[in-house]
């Protein structure tokens, strides 16, 4: 985090420890809200002081994603002007649109995927971190970012008045993003979520439904589909509501419940409860993944697996230790023979701490394996 939200570093060589760049900056602020998460749930395990630094420092981070914008619009990642490694991170995200504001870069387009991924790593820190700084920090950075969005009619307006995206066509992802807005701020929020959902919530499996329907293409979408029910369905009490809210969500389960993936599989624990054979997987999957590299060293596994649908698909999900390697690995299409890079870039891990703490929490994974804490 060195320009306080999450970028993954390029060394000169594969086996080279010496820091030549940044890369990835586009996806810092769902990352960072990922990163919230984690050190959140470490938290409420653990008390650890370095976690609440961590989340403190986290939430500073994505503080300064909106403030750098100076219209409350979300940006994907910033870095100082003095940084030496400023040109490339500019170079890289420049398809994004690169802003200048004060002392700082910052990069726009800002996709639903960066929002979303914030306001987990919000409702998450607001739940399981009790602390009145936090809480607070969290009620006004969530307070913004909604009052921006609804003011903007669920668009993602650039300082340019350009529209990057909207959450129009996505009924649910409006409701999950309010619902933790009526958990931090109620005051502010719960009638305007009360109203939204009685006209929302039942389309909320609509767009899941269409999500379902492939499920190799633009496979990031699941686990867009995951953190936004994770707050949506945690978090609300209605019982009307929250049948059709589990109604959408059986439709995305139904669709990824097979593709050996511990943080979908953490979600369901968290919002379905213990399943004996499901959480006994998700124990062995996180082993799995501490056998993978941390660099994006290249991957071909055509002709070791059989393929369907194209050469570069397998037919079944392939085993966690030899998956393509990528940012997050649970976001990542599991039927993909072919990926990765020269092995220069290191990942943040978050993909292993993320479901790790979560299964601290909700008991799927215990103490006593220690490489987990200090291995990260």
């Given at each position: 985090m060195p320009f306080g939200t999450v970028v993954d570093p390029i060394f000169a060589s594969s086996y080279?420890?010496?820091?030549?760049?940044?890369?990835?900056?586009?996806?810092?602020?769902i990352w960072t809200g990922h990163y919230l998460a984690a050190e959140s749930f470490r938290y409420a395990v653990t008390a650890d002081s370095v976690a609440l630094t961590n989340v403190r420092a986290a939430l500073a981070g994505l503080k300064s994603l909106v403030d750098v914008t100076g219209t409350d619009v979300l940006a994907r990642c910033l870095v100082p002007m003095s940084s030496p490694f400023a040109a490339g991170i500019n170079s890289e995200e420049s398809a994004?649109?690169?802003?200048?504001?004060?002392?700082?870069?910052?990069?726009?387009?800002?996709?639903?995927?960066?929002?979303?991924?914030?306001?987990?790593?919000?409702?998450?820190?607001?739940?399981?971190?009790?602390?009145?700084?936090?809480?607070?920090?969290?009620?006004?950075?969530?307070?913004r970012m909604l009052d921006f969005l609804t003011a903007h009619a669920w668009s993602v307006v650039m300082p340019d008045g350009t529209v990057s995206t909207t959450f129009v066509i996505r009924p649910e992802e409006q409701l999950a993003l309010m619902q933790v807005g009526k958990q931090v701020n109620p005051s502010a929020f719960v009638s305007a979520?009360?109203?939204?959902?009685?006209?929302?919530?039942?389309?909320?499996?609509?767009?899941?439904?269409?999500?379902?329907?492939?499920?190799?293409?633009?496979?990031?979408?699941?686990?867009?589909?995951?953190?936004?029910?994770?707050?949506?369905?945690?978090?609300?009490?209605?019982?009307?509501?929250?049948?059709?809210?589990?109604?959408?969500?059986?439709?995305?389960?139904?669709?990824?419940?097979?593709?050996?993936?511990?943080?979908f599989n953490m979600i369901?624990?968290?919002?379905?409860?213990?399943?004996?054979?499901?959480?006994?997987?998700?124990?062995?999957?996180?082993?799995?993944?501490?056998?993978?590299?941390?660099?994006?060293?290249?991957?071909?596994?055509?002709g070791r697996f059989p393929s369907c649908v194209?050469?570069?698909?397998?037919?079944?999900?392939?085993?966690?230790?030899?998956?393509?390697?990528?940012?997050?690995?649970?976001?990542?299409?599991?039927?993909?023979?072919?990926?990765?890079?020269?092995?220069?870039?290191?990942?943040?891990?978050?993909?292993?701490i993320l479901p790790y703490w979560m299964g601290r929490y909700y008991k799927v994974v215990g103490d006593e394996d220690r490489r987990a804490s200090d291995h990260r």
């Open positions: 080279s420890d010496t820091i030549v760049g940044y890369t990835r900056c586009g996806d810092s602020a994004n649109g690169i802003h200048a504001s004060g002392q700082n870069f910052w990069a726009g387009n800002t996709s639903r995927d960066q929002y979303l991924g914030v306001f987990f790593g919000l409702g998450v820190a607001y739940s399981f971190v009790n602390q009145a700084d936090v809480r607070t920090n969290v009620q006004a950075l969530a307070t979520y009360q109203s939204m959902a009685s006209n929302l919530a039942g389309l909320t499996a609509l767009p899941v439904i269409v999500d379902a329907g492939d499920v190799r293409d633009s496979y990031f979408k699941f686990n867009l589909d995951a953190i936004t029910f994770y707050n949506l369905i945690r978090l609300e009490a209605d019982k009307s509501l929250l049948a059709q809210y589990n109604a959408a969500y059986a439709v995305y389960w139904n669709a990824i419940k097979t593709h050996m993936n511990p943080h369901d624990r968290a919002l379905i409860g213990p399943n004996g054979t499901r959480d006994a997987q998700t124990a062995a999957y996180l082993n799995q993944f501490l056998e993978r590299p941390r660099r994006d060293v290249y991957v071909n596994l055509e194209s050469a570069d698909q397998s037919c079944n999900p392939i085993p966690i230790p030899q998956r393509v390697t990528t940012d997050f690995l649970w976001q990542r299409n599991p039927f993909q023979l072919v990926g990765g890079g020269s092995g220069t870039i290191e990942g943040a891990g978050i993909d292993y």
